[in-house]
């Protein structure tokens, strides 16, 4: 798995994961992006506002500013317990949920 360094215009530093076939997966829930080219996060730290499947906006439900893990942690736990909404009506089992999350670990 590669991974993609993004310094922020704070000077925070955010690691992305990357596919061997070059997708980017979502930094909360672990879902491959959809094409090559998207990322959450610009070079310049800028965020997408992208609304992924697991329904975290990037650029809003991290405060409008560039990712900071714990954010990313807080809403993976709420996702997790079922309480955020699901988008794009994408009901995933927890065992699912829990498959997808190996996106985000070193293998």
């Given at each position: 798995?590669?991974?993609?360094?993004?310094?922020?215009?704070n000077g925070e530093r955010v690691v992305l994961r990357i596919s061997a076939d070059g997708f980017c997966?979502?930094?909360?829930?672990?879902?491959k992006g959809k094409d090559h080219e998207w990322r959450?996060?610009?070079?310049?730290?800028?965020?997408?506002f992208d609304i992924?499947?697991?329904?975290?906006?990037?650029?809003?439900?991290d405060g409008g500013e560039p990712p900071y893990e714990k954010s990313w942690e807080r809403y993976r736990?709420?996702?997790?317990?079922?309480?955020?909404a699901p988008i794009f009506g994408r009901l995933l089992t927890t065992g699912q949920k829990l498959e997808q999350l190996k996106n985000l670990v070193e293998r």
């Open positions: 798995m590669q991974t993609e360094t993004i310094n922020t215009w997966f979502c930094p909360v829930c672990g879902e959450p996060y610009d070079q310049e730290g800028r965020p997408s992924c499947g697991c329904g975290f906006e990037y650029g809003f439900d736990q709420r996702w997790l317990n079922n309480e955020v």
